[in-house]
């Protein structure tokens, strides 16, 4: 049972492994962190930073599948005191004066947990979140260095400057120049002393990482248990995210598109996704009667792909073992080399991206990869892809190193036969 820290400049690792000296210490999550098969369904989650400007923040979603997975989830600090408030309904637990500060109404906006940091090594702060001057302002009323009536005014003066400048030596200015020369030459001194003297990001951080301990002594009593209950939450979206983070999403891709006996696989995966009543029953109780007898003619199956298109669960080990069969070490070599050739080209011409290659063009080559006339929705559908857009979709992260391919197989015959 393992307690998976995810953090930045809220709590340094030291302070987490002070607290829990067998966490797995990550990064500030981002989008697909908590999809991760190194998170097990007894283990722990503490969330506590998360990236929202140089990647895309972690969604509410994931944690519903890591809840429903039976992961405890524990939010503080930062991105997660937010998500503890939104989700607590669903089993994720908030700890922490910010939790409350937000779960209460006090706060609203997500600019007071923001602060400039560091992109690597300690992610050491660079400027000083509202919600550390919140704490400061409250120890200067106590200390009798601030009037009460004093604080919200500083604090809406502070909240005016841009995040990533407020800086230590910016939050003093303010103070000074907001007639507050006192409390500025007190705060000066004691972050002095003690740059850490009004974190209370910090100090919530190490509350979470507390509960999240004991927590897991309990649970090794009781086991695991499912925190997300009801499943209606699971979307179309959020499945096609989870198969992205397996590392299968690309592969199967590969075998819709390059596998010419896909068409089997993907009708021998209707008709398994289909039992125990068999893909027969179900499609005379949802399209009537007449529509049992579709399997036994081409035309009719055709008809069943082109109604049938379920997104693939790759999670599920019977499913992706169905759809990916008939993969051998070659696929996976040309994959890779597929892959790493459009990755090149892109790192070569930074203008460019694969959105840019229009559908048109992607829909003649599967056109030509397949054999057909055209890659219209029922040769599509044939393969598992909605619609041809998303089979153009599929295809464009292999388009390059497939165009590569050809171009140099056809100057190797070029060269035969001259």
């Known amino acids: 049972m393992a307690i998976h820290v995810y953090t930045g400049p809220s709590c340094p690792e030291p302070a987490v492994r002070a607290e829990c000296p067998g966490a797995v210490v990550h990064p500030p999550a981002r989008h697909g962190d908590l999809y991760s098969a190194a998170i097990r369904p007894h283990d722990s989650v503490v969330l506590l930073d998360g990236v929202y400007h140089h990647g895309p923040a972690l969604r509410h979603k994931e944690i519903l599948d890591a809840l429903d997975r039976g992961v405890h989830v524990v939010g503080a600090a930062s991105i997660g005191a937010l998500r503890a408030v939104e989700l607590a309904p669903f089993g994720m637990v908030g700890v922490g004066d910010v939790y409350g500060w937000y779960r209460d109404g006090v706060l609203t906006g997500d600019d007071e947990v923001a602060v400039a940091h560091a992109d690597s090594g300690a992610m050491t702060p660079l400027s000083v979140p509202l919600v550390n001057l919140r704490a400061a302002a409250a120890a200067a009323v106590r200390a009798g260095v601030l009037a009460s009536a004093d604080t919200g005014p500083m604090l809406d003066r502070w909240a005016r400057e841009y995040y990533p400048l407020r800086t230590e030596t910016r939050v003093v200015e303010i103070a000074a120049e907001h007639g507050q020369p006192g409390f500025a030459a007190w705060y000066q001194e004691r972050v002095r002393c003690d740059p850490r003297a009004f974190d209370q990001k910090l100090r919530d951080s190490v509350r979470a990482l507390r509960v999240a301990s004991a927590a897991q002594r309990d649970r090794a ?180 190193g497939f165009l590569t391919a050809a171009a140099a197989a056809a100057r190797s015959a070029g060269g035969e036969r001259g």
């Open 221 to 400: 009593a009781a086991g695991p248990r499912p925190g997300a209950g009801d499943r209606s939450w699971r979307t179309e979206f959020e499945r096609r995210w989870r198969n992205r983070f397996t590392g299968l999403a690309a592969r199967l891709a590969y075998q819709q598109i390059f596998d010419p006996g896909f068409p089997e696989v993907w009708w021998e995966y209707l008709n398994d996704l289909a039992e125990p009543a068999g893909l027969r029953d179900h499609l005379e109780r949802t399209l009537g009667r007449s529509a049992a007898a579709w399997p036994d003619c081409p035309e009719g199956r055709l008809r069943v792909v082109r109604l049938l298109c379920p997104t693939p669960e790759l999670t599920d080990r019977r499913q992706a073992a169905l759809l990916l069969g008939r993969e051998d070490a070659a696929d996976r070599s040309v994959l890779d080399q597929y892959l790493a050739q459009g990755a090149d080209h892109l790192r070569a011409h930074p203008d460019r991206s694969l959105g840019s290659i229009p559908d048109a063009v992607c829909l003649r080559l599967l056109a030509g990869i397949w054999g057909v006339v055209a890659a219209d929705a029922t040769e599509c559908a044939r393969r598992g892809f909605a619609s041809p857009r998303q089979a153009a979709d599929a295809l464009r992260p292999f388009a390059v």
